[in-house]
C-alpha cells in the first residue's frame, strides 16, 4: 500500500472577527508521520476539520492524492480520523458503537474485533461508552477510525489521556502503519513524546505557517523539538 499524501494550499479561515486559518500551504508525504504543531488557538483542530470536510473553508484547498475528502469514493476506507473523543453515545457500549461505524462505513463486521483487538480495548469493549475513562475514549475513537482499513490518519490530540502503555504502542503503531506506505497527520502538545513519533513537522501560529520541513532538520543545530517550538512561537512573549 502507499498511501495517498495529503496537499494543503492557501487554506484560510474566519470566524467573526478572529483569522482561525490564514493562507496555510503545507504537505504531508505518505510513508511518514508528520506532526502537526501550534500553540492553543493557532488552528490546528479548525485546519483538521476543514481537511475533513467539517468545516468550510472560506478559502483554498485539502486534498488527499488529488481529491477532497467529500468527493472520495470510499472515505472512511481512505481516511481514518479522530477529533472528537466524545462522539460515541455514552449508553451504547464500544462493540455495538464500532458495529454502528462499521455499517455506516460499509465495511466487513469482522473488522469490529480485529480493531478491538489491535486497540487493547478487549476487557472494556462490552461496557458503556458513558462510563469509559479519557484514555479508553480515546482507544475507541482509535479504532473507529482503523475500521475501514484506512490509507491516511488524521488524529487530532490522539495521546490525550493514554497511560504510558497506550503512548508506546500508539507510537509503535504509528511506525508500522507508516513502514507499509500509510499516511499520518497528528496533532500534539507532548513534544517529547513526538519527536519520538514523527518525521517531520509542521509548525503554525496564529493561523499560519511558522515552519515546515524534515525534524532533523529543525532539530540538526542541537535543539530539542520543545525548544525549537518555543524559539519560533514566543517571539512576542520575548521581546
Ligand atoms: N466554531 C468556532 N467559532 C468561533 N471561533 C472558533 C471556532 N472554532 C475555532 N475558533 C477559534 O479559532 C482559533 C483556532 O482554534 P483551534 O481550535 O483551531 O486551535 P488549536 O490549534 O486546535 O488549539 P488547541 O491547541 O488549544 O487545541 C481560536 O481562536 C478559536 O477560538
Ligand atoms: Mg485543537
Not at 480493531?115 to 458503556?128: E, K
Request: hydrophobic share 40%; with cysteine; net charge neutral.
Amino acid at each position: 500500500m502507499k498511501g495517498p499524501s495529503i496537499e494543503v494550499a492557501n487554506l484560510t479561515k474566519r470566524f467573526g472577527r478572529v483569522d482561525a486559518v490564514t493562507d496555510l500551504t503545507f504537505t504531508v508525504r505518505s510513508g511518514r508521520v508528520t506532526g502537526f504543531l501550534g500553540p492553543n488557538g493557532a488552528g490546528k483542530s479548525t485546519t483538521l476539520r476543514m481537511l475533513l470536510g467539517l468545516t468550510r473553508p472560506d478559502r483554498g484547498t485539502a486534498l488527499f492524492g488529488r481529491v477532497a475528502y467529500p468527493d472520495l469514493p470510499d472515505p472512511t476506507g481512505t481516511v481514518g480520523a479522530v477529533l472528537d473523543i466524545a462522539s460515541a453515545h455514552p449508553a451504547t457500549t464500544a462493540r455495538d458503537h464500532l458495529r454502528t461505524f462499521c455499517a455506516l462505513g460499509g465495511h466487513r463486521m469482522s473488522r469490529v474485533g480485529e480493531v478491538i483487538a489491535t486497540v487493547a480495548l478487549d476487557r472494556f469493549a462490552d461496557r458503556r461508552v458513558g462510563g469509559y475513562s479519557t484514555g479508553m475514549r480515546q482507544r475507541l475513537a482509535l479504532a473507529t477510525a482503523l475500521l475501514g482499513e484506512p490509507e491516511v490518519l488524521v488524529l487530532d490530540e490522539p495521546s490525550n489521556g493514554l497511560d504510558p502503555v497506550g503512548i508506546v504502542w500508539l507510537r509503535g503503531f504509528l511506525r508500522e502503519f507508516t513502514d507499509s506506505g500509510g499516511t499520518v497527520l497528528i496533532s500534539s502538545h507532548a513534544l517529547g513524546e513526538l519527536q519520538q513519533s514523527i518525521d517531520d513537522v509542521v509548525l503554525i501560529d496564529h493561523g499560519r505557517l511558522v515552519w515546515t520541513g524534515a525534524l532533523d532538520t529543525l532539530t540538526a543545530s542541537g535543539d530539542t523539538l520543545e525548544e525549537a517550538f518555543l524559539r519560533l512561537t514566543t517571539r512576542e512573549q520575548a521581546a
